[in-house]
């Protein structure tokens, strides 16, 4: 499978925003949209999610994937120049590498060519260092138990999971993608009933946000 | 490569008729001629069966064989006949689009959540019209029979001048 950068930008607007006229806002979004544009043969978006109502310390969540991570990190500091980054803080920031799974290859659904989906609930997370050290039978077993109950889910729920093992604070990446917010609520109620929660050390935080087109979702914070 | 090539086929297959209506993607050019939502449902149902067969060959014991060169399929000038016809009744865009990721995202995908690429390049079986080939090669063809019938939406939409 090849392999590819993965990068969920979470982004708040600091209280300065709301000082500005309209007309300054719409020229901030222009100016960051213009941006995206610049990088959009190297830089892919999946979605720009609003995630306004379900969690205070988010407004927007980016996610880009990309062959190279500097061409993530370059449109992002373009960003942070531009008048649109003079009002954001960034509370999150995941990279991970989508590579083939220990057990199969369980690609994610952006590599397989299926659509975003309208809303998007991410997380990371890390399992505890006696999950590591099991045999591989019965790590093989565990996540075949937490894998059949996602797939009762599809395709209603696409899952992409991605490595982030030494990019960040977390071992992996996992976006669920739905149009059915109910069924996510069932899916991640049944997910907990997984052995393979045992070995679960942390998961924090989850964003879940509406997808938008990127103009559509910037505009919604003016 | 190959989930690779699975993917980035598919979103120009996707692009190819994103912009047309329902009565558009039902048009046929002519008596014979299939129209861009048959060509649709005919990538539905061969990814569904190629899934399935693949998924049958992991099951049992097969060789290992060397990989062919599959990309002639591609080539619109070298007629082939497709094992079943379409539907001939309207399908909407909405069912299109839910059928080609029902193939891709229920059964393609199963293929993968059971094993990796390096697995399918190690197991084999019998192709009605190419004989043995690796499993790999089989989940080849799946994108090369959909860029083969990119093109065909192409010829389509020019004929029908959409």
Known sequence: MEEQFTN????????????????????????????????ENTVGLRGAYVTQGFQAHTDLLFWMYADRFQDIQDLQLDLRRSTWGKYIDIPHAFTGMTKPFEFSEHPTSFQMGVPA?????????????????????????????????????????????????????????????????????????????????????????????????????????? | MLISNLGRTRTKLLTSFQDLSDEQLNQNPSNKSWSIAQVLHHLYTSEKAMAGLVLDALQAKTEKVEEKDLTFITDRTK???????????????????????????????????????????????????????SLKNAVDLIWLHEKRHIYQIHEIREKLNL
């Open chain 1, 117 to 222: 989906r309208e809303y998007l609930c991410f997380y990371p997370f890390i399992r505890t260092p006696e999950y590591y050290l099991l045999p591989k039978w019965e790590r093989k077993a565990l996540i075949g138990d937490h894998g059949n109950i996602g797939h009762e889910f599809i395709p209603g729920i696409l899952t992409n999971g991605v490595y982030g093992f030494g990019l960040g604070d977390y071992e992996w990446l996992l976006s669920f993608e739905t149009n059915n917010l109910g069924l996510l609520v069932d899916c991640v109620r049944k997910l907990r009933e997984s052995k393979s929660r045992l070995y679960m050390q942390h998961e924090w935080p989850f964003i879940v946000g509406r997808n938008f087109e990127l103009e559509d979702a910037l505009s919604q914070y003016i």
């Open chain 2, 79 to 133: 007629k082939s006949k497709a094992m079943s016809e379409p539907p001939n009744e309207m399908i909407t865009k909405e069912n299109l689009l839910q059928l080609l990721e029902k193939s891709r995202f229920q059964h393609l995908q199963f293929v993968f959540n059971e094993t990796h690429e390096r697995i399918l390049a190690k197991k084999s079986m019998k192709h009605q019209d190419f004989g043995v080939i």
């Open chain 1, 8 to 39: 969920h930008l979470a982004v708040k607007y600091t209280s300065q925003w709301d000082e500005l006229s309209v007309d300054q806002k719409k020229e901030a979004v222009r100016e960051a949209v213009a941006i995206f544009q610049k990088y």
